[in-house]
């Protein structure tokens, strides 16, 4: 019996240890060669440079683009700013949380047609359910009205609602081992797209919670269908190895990774199922 009790204490100070050393590991650099086959047999290249100060994104870099990284008095992203360099053009993201971390407002600011528009997205809860009402500046009406289901802590529905209240659109989310293994629409788009992963550490998941906190979980979620940056996947325990969609609208993905000693990749390797692009990248920690 006093065995079994030290040997318990002690798998549970590992268990601390592997988990404080997860914490310790943190991201310096990464670089992005994507390659687009579209239009040159030899592929029109971009390069994008991701810097971190301290595990979180300073700045995501390509040749003519600088996109800024701010944070608040907890260490939660705060604010984004997008520039074009030699240009005017900006973008302006703010993000803002309650007392409990929870986000509660996304703002977009960006240009739509030579006219300056804000983007945005309120969220509301209430239980187990997450009210999302997007509007913007430039249009008088609603222009989504989302409602989410959170269960165990995770988003297992979204739903949309129209101008009378009734639901057009649903989707339901799955998840295996703490991954999201799938995206099946329900009601209106009745699309099913499947995800699966190594067994490996995911360096999305190092970056999404150094942004976002103990509720990134919900937050990235929430936000990844109104910035780009973030995908819904990124919450998953493992990384990504294929995107598989039932819809002709979504192009899958299928890629590979390379570890280091500690199981983070240090490089990757993704392609289109159409063969078009091909997205390279390489890790750096500290």
């Given amino acids: 019996m006093i ?28 670089n992005v060669v994507k390659t687009n086959y579209r239009d040159l047999k030899s592929g029109e290249i971009e390069n994008k440079t991701l810097l971190f100060q301290d595990g979180k994104i300073l700045t995501i870099k390509t040749s003519d683009v600088v996109h800024s990284f701010f944070y608040n008095q907890k260490g939660l992203l705060d604010m984004t700013v997008k520039e074009r360099i030699g240009s005017n053009w900006k973008e302006v993201v703010k993000y803002s949380y309650d007392k409990d971390d929870r986000i509660t407002k996304f703002m977009k600011k960006y240009d739509e047609n030579g006219e300056t528009v804000t983007k945005t997205v309120t969220m509301t809860y209430e239980g187990a359910r997450i009210k999302a009402i997007t509007k ?12 989410y289901v959170v269960e165990n802590g995770l988003i297992i529905r979204r739903s949309s609602r129209d101008r009378n209240q009734q639901i057009f659109n649903k989707i339901e989310y ?29 360096v999305d998941l190092l970056i999404v919670q150094n942004l976002f906190g103990p509720n990134y979980k919900v937050i990235v979620p929430l936000i990844s269908f109104h910035e780009e940056e973030f995908d819904f996947e990124s919450i998953s325990y493992n990384n990504e190895l294929a995107f598989i969609p ?3 609208n979504y192009t899958g993905v ?33």
């Fill in 136 to 147: 913007k500046s430039n249009v008088h009406t609603v222009i989504e009205d989302i409602e």
């Fill in 3 to 30: 065995k079994n009790y030290f040997i318990a204490i002690f798998m549970m100070a590992f268990s601390c240890l592997i988990h404080s050393q997860d914490q310790q590991f943190k991201l310096k650099q990464i």
């Fill in 254 to 286: 299928t890629g590979k990774y390379k570890y280091n000693a500690s199981n983070y990749p240090i490089s990757s390797s993704f392609l289109e199922q159409n063969g078009i692009v091909k997205i390279d990248k390489t890790y750096i920690y500290e």
């Fill in 246 to 248: 039932s819809s002709i």
């Fill in 174 to 202: 799955v998840y295996s081992n703490d991954n999201v293994i799938r995206h099946k629409g329900v009601l209106g788009e009745k699309m099913i797209n499947n995800f699966t992963f190594d067994d490996k550490k995911s």
